[in-house]
DNA sequence: TTCATGTTTCTAGAATCATCGAAACATAAG
DNA sequence: CTTATGTTTCGATGATTCTAGAAACATGAA
């Protein structure tokens, strides 16, 4: 991921209403909720709703599909992943520092047993 | 962390030249950078990378001390790791998703062995 | 087709943020 | 003391972001 891509990612989450909106999603899990849904739980105003959830979207922190009239948002833990992966490059640059920080683990794919 | 905390970490490192200073601290390592020394790294007014500095400070980002008439700027990995604490603990929500995703592990302080 | 529902785009006003010159403050050196 | 250096605060301006009503668009049902 990109500094650029990073800055988006981070926007997209540094606003009250989209990170309460992105946690929604993530734990509504892979099925996702509908836009409707959302407003219902956030309160907020349609074309407010649509703004953030498009911020959320040209991020790539959010997908979604339509379902007849339905629109069904899903998180995207691929570009979550990213994100922190982005983050914890530059975190430590590389060595141990002495104040503590080694290499992250971040969220991976669950893999069969090698 | 809390969610509050969370976004003010989130929208400190969420502006093209915090971001930047933000790494160049953490490159900076454990001794850190001048204000002068990121004033002339960045080619940012003196009035604007203090505006920028007190938001990372603020969040709890960046720590400072002086040093005579310099003061002296370090990235907090133990801020940014509370950060990333906080956005794994709701991503996955616990769970392994079918799009998949574990609990992180994060950068943690070196441990000698146990 | 017409109607109802779900969502988005348009538009504009209010609020917040970024920038930086000038002045003020803090410290060190002479 | 005075002067020089490093940094911050003040204040104003322009840019961006948040908000939401109204209108438009997309789909499904009758």
Redesign the pocket.
């Known amino acids: 991921m990109k500094s650029i891509d990073a800055l988006a990612c981070l926007?997209a989450l540094?606003?009250?209403?989209?990170l309460n909106l992105f946690r929604l999603l993530v734990q509504a899990g892979d099925e996702g909720m509908?836009?409707?849904?959302?407003?219902q739980a956030t309160g907020?105003?349609?074309?407010?709703?649509?703004?953030?959830?498009?911020?959320l979207r040209r991020a790539g922190m959010v997908s979604?599909e339509?379902?007849?009239?339905?629109?069904?948002c899903r998180a995207s833990y691929l570009q979550m992943n990213e994100l922190l992966g982005f983050l914890t490059d530059n975190c430590c640059a590389g060595s141990v520092s002495a104040s503590g920080c080694v290499p992250a683990t971040l969220c991976q794919p669950v893999r069969s047993k090698p």
């Open positions: 926007g540094a606003q009250e209403h989209r509908a836009v409707g849904e959302l407003a907020l105003a349609g074309a407010t709703l649509t703004n953030h959830l498009n911020i979604d339509r379902r007849g009239r339905v629109i069904q």
